[in-house]
């Protein structure tokens, strides 16, 4: 069985043709009866389709904190309350995306069936989001940082969004009140 790695309009690098490129199209290759695809390709409009091992993922630059190394993930959960037919309206019809936190992937944010219904491009932007949040946390940290090296050399807009990161890190990292 396989899980998809990568997600459609992610940046990638392609290995074997040495440039990046936007993944245009994931494409599941299914097998009657499973519930999950045998083998996941990638469209990138390089005129023919390629595997994960083919595909690396764009790095951001992160520190050594804890927060910044963990790897939360996207991944496509079969739709268990209508069938694709019904919901061929939805950008990826048949499932729909769950956000997982750690190490398994039973753990993390899922979204009710009946709002994914709803609004599916809205549910689809949220789940990209909440999967890149820790890399966003990371690039606002190198931010913060790059700005406290040196204060004076750093243009007054780059300064006021370091001031507004700080702001942001502080409330992620504020205690839940009693």
């Given at each position: 069985m396989a899980k998809a790695q990568f997600h459609k309009n992610q940046r990638v690098y392609v290995k074997t043709v040495g440039t990046w490129a936007l993944i245009e199209k994931v494409m599941p290759h299914w097998a009657k009866g499973l519930d999950e695809p045998l083998r996941i390709f990638y469209d990138v409009g390089l005129g023919r389709e390629f595997a994960a091992e083919e595909l690396q993922c764009e790095t951001f630059p992160t520190g050594e904190a804890s927060e910044a190394s963990e790897q939360w993930r996207l991944v496509r959960s079969r739709n268990k309350w209508k069938p694709a037919e019904e919901c061929a309206h939805h950008p990826y019809p048949g499932t729909h995306p769950q956000i997982v936190t750690g190490e398994t992937d039973w753990g993390g944010w899922?979204?009710?069936?009946?709002?994914?219904?709803?609004?599916?491009?809205?549910i689809e932007r949220q789940a990209r989001m909440i999967a890149y949040a820790p890399k966003m946390l990371a690039l606002l940290q190198a931010l913060i940082e790059r700005t406290r090296d040196e204060p004076e050399n750093v243009p007054e807009d780059i300064s006021t969004l370091a001031q507004e990161a700080k702001a942001i890190g502080r409330y992620i990292d504020q205690d839940a009140p009693q």
């Open positions: 899922r979204v009710p069936g009946a709002e994914y219904d709803l609004y599916p491009e809205r």
